[in-house]
């Protein structure tokens, strides 16, 4: 039964924000790995505070990859200046592990696991509303962070939608708090973000007399970044999936090359819960896939569609089956993951963009 009316919240973060400048580093030197090799395994991620940076982790490439440069790179790029003291401790991954992974012409799992994929048809690309409007205000204050002096690097948002019915009604509250310079008052502080963050990014029509707009809630936020607090990659997964209204798995996305199904086989569900939604078999979809590690074929599916299904169980089954295939270099092939394409995923989402494959919607098989 569908409930009349509830509030549901979701956050984002810029790309200067200290987990998110993680993401950033591990996604850029996996994209520089598979440049040179396409089969490059990687799993090298790192931690930042203040102006050091650790970069940590295994890898099995042909590659030739300066981890320092890499990541001062993506520094100087998301925008900070500063001189940073890296170090770098990246050993070759277990032979188990590869052995496990790479079986004669057969890519099987690069580790256990439970992956989620989600869409609803609360926005155009699918996306859940509220973590969609996050990202949104998040990118946009992001690049105006980059233009302005008076604005610091970091920052976060969040939004509070009001349901009527399963259906967006309403945006209820938006909060916007961005690291800034002491010269600027909250006064020219609020008016800057209202009228060129909010303002630019939300539909009007979502809009109205009840509205809270919070701007810096906490009052002064002059320290931020790695100086305000400490970064690790992976530590953002409900920002880069879906807000919390999809599960999420049990592994981070950012700094894992594909042969890893926390990545991968989040990505496929996305991609088949997307085309399911699509294609008019429900309303809301969320698909659950497992692996065990070294095994090409997942040892379970599950589909849930909150009871908006629009077709029986068995006509959902069957068109999954006649139209996806979860094995892992499947995967890997239909969606085109040895690319270096991660950098688009590290900040603002790694779902509801236009121009990656598991975004696209696939010519059904059956029942059009």
């Not at 030739?64 to 100087?76: R, T």
């Not at 998301?78 to 004669?104: P, W």
């Not at 939004?159 to 961005?178: C, G, W």
């Not at 295939?325 to 790694?350: A, C, M, Q, W």
């Amino acid at each position: 039964m569908a409930r009349n009316r509830f509030f549901f919240t979701s956050e984002a973060v810029t790309a200067g924000h200290p987990d998110k400048i993680c993401d950033a580093i591990s996604d850029a030197i996996l994209d520089e790995a598979l440049k040179e090799d396409k089969d490059s395994k990687m799993a090298v991620e790192c931690t930042i505070k203040d102006n050091f940076l650790f970069i940590y982790g295994e890898e099995n490439t042909k590659a030739c990859l300066d981890y320092e440069a890499i990541a001062v790179e993506v520094l100087k790029r998301i925008g900070y200046k500063e001189d940073f003291d890296i170090l770098v401790k990246v050993g070759k991954q277990s032979n188990e592990i590869f052995n496990a992974v790479n079986q004669n012409e057969m890519i099987g799992a690069g580790d256990q696991g439970i992956m989620f994929g989600y869409a609803c048809k609360d926005t155009e690309n699918y996306m859940p509303a509220p973590i969609e409007y996050a990202n949104l205000l998040a990118k946009k204050l992001g690049d105006l962070q980059k233009e302005n002096d008076l604005l610091g690097l970091d920052g976060k948002t969040q939004v509070t939608v009001e349901y009527a019915n399963e259906k967006v009604d309403r945006i209820d509250t938006i909060i916007v708090s961005t690291q800034h310079r002491k010269e600027i008052s909250q006064e020219q502080l609020e008016d800057l973000i209202v009228s060129k963050v909010i303002m630019e990014t939300i539909p009007k029509n979502l809009l109205d007399e009840r509205t809270k707009l919070l701007i810096n809630p906490s009052g002064s936020f002059i320290v931020g970044g790695p100086y305000g607090d400490s970064g690790t990659t992976g530590r953002k997964i409900a920002c880069d999936t879906y807000g919390g209204m999809g599960r999420i798995g049990g592994g981070c996305l950012s700094s894992k090359d594909p042969s890893k199904v926390d990545r991968s086989g989040a990505y496929y569900c996305r991609y088949v819960a997307k085309n399911i939604v699509a294609h008019g078999l429900a309303d809301r979809c969320e698909v659950q896939v497992s692996y065990a590690i070294g095994k090409e074929d997942p040892i379970s599916i599950y589909i849930e569609t909150f009871g908006t299904a629009k077709a029986s169980e068995e006509e959902m089954h069957e068109y999954v089956n006649e139209n996806f295939d979860f094995r892992v270099s499947n995967i890997i092939d239909e969606l085109d993951l040895k690319k270096p394409i991660y950098h688009l995923t590290s900040n603002y989402g790694h779902f509801g963009k236009s121009g990656l494959n598991w975004e696209k919607l696939k010519r059904r098989k059956k029942y059009e």
